[in-house]
């Protein structure tokens, strides 16, 4: 079957650096997104990583290596309004999107 | 950038009642678009994707006819839930990828349904 793993929750403090981490097992692939989402709220579209390596966007970055399946979403200078959930989805063969659960991420003071 | 526009954002009814959520993409045409269903910190699952001009293709499991999906221009989709139940209440979300846009899907900002 398909699979996205990705920890369920995660506290980091303000300034800090965090990495959420991202495994993956799917029939196919095409591509991996990161989505935050607030609570209540619709997500927002962060990155997309299709070949291996790290895309910067800013204070987030996104890594991906295919032949682990395996991403991760760093996010630098973290502030508290980076308290959220962050979604990993996958693209499958089908060019369907599979979820993680997400991780939601708790940022003190 | 994409906006893609969803309402109502909240929606109250009564059991047995049908409920209406539209879902438009503003400035763009999207051929496609997805509707997805969220419950309290559980991932998006998605429905239904829905075909401009043709019928929709549901996930196994989403009772067709209970969750009516029409997508009759490039710009509009809706989902009616009807003879809602209790546990239809939900966190409806419908998304869609402009052709443009960095393979980015733009989400509508969500309906939370509640049936009494």
């Known amino acids: 079957g398909q699979n996205i793993d990705q920890p369920t929750e995660m506290t980091a403090t303000e300034g800090a650096i965090v990495q959420i981490n991202c495994t993956y097992q799917t029939s196919g692939f095409n591509g991996l997104f990161w989505y935050q989402q607030h609570a209540g709220e619709a997500p927002t579209f962060l990155s997309y990583?299709?070949l291996d390596g790290l895309e910067e966007k800013g204070r987030f970055s996104s890594f991906l290596s295919r032949s682990k399946g395996y991403s991760y979403l760093l996010l630098k200078e973290l502030q508290m309004k980076d308290s959220a959930s962050y979604l990993c989805?996958?693209?499958?063969?089908?060019?369907?999107?599979?979820w993680g659960a997400g991780t939601k991420l708790i940022i003190k003071p | 950038g994409a906006v893609v526009s969803q309402h109502p954002s909240r929606v109250i009814c009564k059991s047995g009642t049908s409920v209406k959520i539209e879902c438009r993409s503003l400035d763009f045409q999207a051929t496609t678009m997805f509707w997805y269903r969220q419950f309290p910190k559980k991932s998006l699952m998605l429905m239904a994707t829905?075909?401009?001009?043709?019928?929709?293709?549901?996930e196994q499991g989403v009772e067709k006819d209970k969750f009516l999906i029409n997508h009759a221009s490039l710009t509009l989709s809706t989902l009616t839930v009807t003879s809602a139940h209790p546990e239809d209440s939900s966190f409806y979300i419908c998304?869609?990828?402009?052709?443009?846009?960095?393979?980015?899907?733009?989400f509508g900002s969500g309906t939370r349904l509640t049936v009494v």
């Open positions: 990583n299709v």
């Open positions: 829905s075909n401009e001009g043709s019928k929709a293709t549901y």
């Open positions: 989805a996958v693209m499958d063969s089908n060019y369907q999107l599979i």
């Open positions: 998304s869609a990828r402009p052709t443009d846009s960095d393979y980015g899907y733009t």
